[in-house]
């Protein structure tokens, strides 16, 4: 799918978000990207989370997609996953850069 870095803006985003993660759509609507929070994201402040455990729900989310992608009756209940996208910057409504 995305063999380029993509730009997410958090414009597009579902509302409301998860602790751990937004879910982003790119301008088209074609395709959706999860994006994990790190550590130091503001949602973390009053229960600070260290990034190797969101690192661990991305790496078991992503496991589990897999699995699940793989079986042919569950998979039809499933979107189809692109890989995972290699991500330019993320912005917010204003346009700043908020990646780090």
Do not use: Q, T
């Not at 579902?14 to 929070?37: N, R, T």
């Not at 503001?42 to 997609?65: C, G, N, Q, T, V």
């Not at 699940?68 to 991500?87: M, Q, R, T, W, Y």
């Amino acid at each position: 799918m995305c063999h380029e870095p993509v730009i997410l803006n958090l414009r597009d985003r579902v509302k409301p978000g998860g602790s751990l993660a937004a879910v982003i759509f790119e301008p088209s609507g074609s395709f959706a990207f999860k994006l994990f929070k790190s550590s130091s994201h503001r949602d973390h402040r009053d229960h600070p989370m260290p990034d190797s455990k969101i690192r661990a729900y991305f790496i078991s989310e992503l496991e589990a997609y897999r699995i699940v992608s793989a079986d042919p009756e569950l998979a039809k209940h499933l979107p189809i996953f692109h890989g995972i996208a290699a991500i330019a910057s993320v912005v917010d409504e204003d346009g700043s850069d908020v990646s780090s």
